[in-house]
């Protein structure tokens, strides 16, 4: 079994932004990945990008360089793997 991590959660309101968030960190090279959202977040879309929390100001450069909106971001307690 896993340990506990926290994760740095980002959710959006619009799928195609979900999907702007991973082709923008793709291109840059930021780390994380596309989840869906966990249960203890409600979001428009469904969709959220994962990462640790360390990662959180790089991911930030990346959507203010690539135009990319969240709908806000959070720093969860829970498995590394994505599932709550």
């Known amino acids: 079994m896993r340990r506990s991590q926290p994760r740095c959660i980002i959710t ?7 999907l702007k968030m ?3 960190c793709h291109a840059n090279h930021a780390p994380g990945r ?3 959202v966990p249960r203890e ?3 428009g879309c469904g969709l959220a990008w994962m990462a640790a929390p360390e990662d959180a100001e ?3 450069a990346v959507m203010q360089k690539e135009q990319v909106t969240p709908q806000e971001i959070y720093v969860l307690e829970g498995k590394a793997n994505g599932n709550s």
């Not at 959006?12 to 979900?18: C, I, P, S």
Request: net charge positive; no cysteine; glycine share 0%.
């Open 41 to 43: 977040i409600t979001a």
């Open 12 to 18: 959006f309101v619009t799928t195609a932004m979900a």
């Open 34 to 36: 596309l989840i869906p």
């Open 22 to 24: 991973e082709k923008a």
């Open 58 to 60: 790089q991911l930030r």
